[in-house]
């Protein structure tokens, strides 16, 4: 069960940093509303604050989630930007996925 709530916190810190940072894209580059932009900053915040429910230290909390930032980064890419990934993009978010149990869930003695 640890597992899986700490698989969700990587998932919801990742779905808050790409989804902010799309709407500070969206203001900045995009000439969206100056809410897309603070409303994209207040979900960034909130990114940088759930990590710090996961039960690792910091530089392996950060080094496992940027596995999980590659997966949902290209999921957002094929399912946002309508860019479908290829098979490198797949056979890289495979390793990253495999990065990430052994950096965070491998059993240490």
């Known amino acids: 069960m640890e597992i899986v709530k700490s698989l969700f916190y990587f998932?919801?810190?990742?779905?808050?940093?790409?989804g902010g940072g799309?709407?500070?894209w969206l203001w900045l580059r995009q000439e969206k509303?100056?809410?897309f932009g603070l409303v994209g900053a207040v979900i960034l915040?909130?990114?940088?604050?759930?990590?710090t429910l996961q039960p690792?230290?910091?530089?392996?909390?950060?080094?496992?989630?940027?596995?999980?930032?590659?997966?949902?980064?290209?999921l957002w890419g094929w399912q946002v930007d309508r860019i479908a990934p290829d098979k490198?993009?797949?056979?890289g978010a495979l390793i990253?996925?495999?990065g990430v149990f052994v950096i965070m869930y491998w059993p240490r003695g």
């Open 11 to 18: 998932v919801l810190a990742g779905l808050c940093e790409i």
């Open 22 to 24: 799309y709407l500070v």
């Open 33 to 35: 509303s100056f809410w």
């Open 45 to 51: 915040f909130l990114y940088g604050m759930i990590p």
């Open 56 to 74: 690792a230290n910091f530089g392996r909390v950060y080094a496992a989630y940027s596995g999980i930032f590659i997966i949902l980064a290209i």
């Open 88 to 91: 490198f993009d797949l056979i």
């Open 96 to 98: 990253a996925l495999i």
